[in-house]
């Protein structure tokens, strides 16, 4: 039977439109990364994908449980610790390949109010009564025998001489962000939680920060996973830029690295 020739060129451009390589927008790149993280790394990844037209789906909660989750096989092509023994924890497992990783950027920990707490300024220094200070009430901060900001919490109080009289009133969340949220809720009087954290919320106060030497360094390292795709690593190069150094310093980290461009 005869066919128009124009039906077999609409018939083959639309069969070749079908089965034509994944453009750029249909490529996706999955982040793990620590719950603290999110506010700056949505805007690194709009920006991001603005450039590219890769998309970037992430997944946020506290590094310990994506650290868990990868090693369980979660399909992950980026993990972004907020300590360095969960990202020690996960190349351990064989679950990173370790030549990327990046100690990327760094943190302080602080001492937060709901902010319309009595609580003002307060000196944190040896001899520190945080439990005295709470008085009746919550101190909200991570899980501190797993999630980072807890276990750098823990490492502070202990190093003041604070932590065994106020570690009854600890009420452990399982994530710096959920730590952050009961105290702007007024669930928890105070909240020890990162200086990042406490600049995007704005129902708490700072009334205290740790000082440096008090705690581990705080250090969020970055890298691809053993099974992350081949645009990862144009990704992971975008993180080390001058455009993230600007976002992320923005948002209050201190970026440890020289930007790449």
């Known amino acids: 039977m ?37 506010n700056a790394l949505d805007d690194i990844d ?19 449980a994506l650290a868990k989750q990868i090693e369980q096989g979660a399909p992950a092509d980026v993990f972004i610790s907020a300590d360095t023994d969960w990202m020690d924890y996960a190349i351990g497992k064989k679950n990173i390949h370790e030549p990327t990783r990046v100690n990327l950027l760094g943190n302080s920990i602080v001492l937060v109010a ?8 307060v000196s944190i220094g040896a001899g520190f009564d945080l439990a005295k200070l709470a008085g009746d ?17 823990k490492a ?3 190093k003041l001489g604070a932590w065994q009289a106020a570690e009854p009133k600890f009420a452990m969340a ?7 949220t009961l105290v702007a809720r007024g669930e928890a009087a105070l909240g020890i939680v990162y200086s990042t954290d406490a600049k995007v919320e704005p129902g708490v106060k700072v009334v205290g920060t ?30 080390r830029s001058t455009a993230a150094k600007n976002i992320l310093e923005k948002y209050g980290f201190k970026f440890l690295v020289s930007p790449s461009t």
């Open 156 to 158: 502070a109080l202990e």
């Open 210 to 239: 740790f000082p440096a030497d008090s705690h581990p360094a705080i250090i969020y390292p970055v890298a691809a996973t053993t099974t992350a795709k081949p645009e990862t690593s144009d990704y992971l190069a975008f993180l």
């Open 174 to 180: 399982d994530s710096a962000r959920a730590a952050l």
């Open 2 to 38: 005869y066919r128009p020739a124009g039906i077999f060129t609409a018939l083959f451009i639309l069969l070749g439109a079908i089965h034509s390589p994944a453009a750029a927008q249909d490529k996706t790149i999955t982040v793990f990364a620590a719950a603290s993280m999110k």
């Open 137 to 153: 009430g919550k101190i909200a901060t991570g899980d501190v025998k797993s999630v980072p900001v807890g276990k750098y919490a």
């Open 46 to 64: 709009a920006a991001y994908t603005a450039k590219t037209g890769v998309k970037v789906t992430v997944s946020y909660a506290a590094s310990s």
């Open 114 to 121: 709901p902010k319309d707490s009595k609580i003002d300024n």
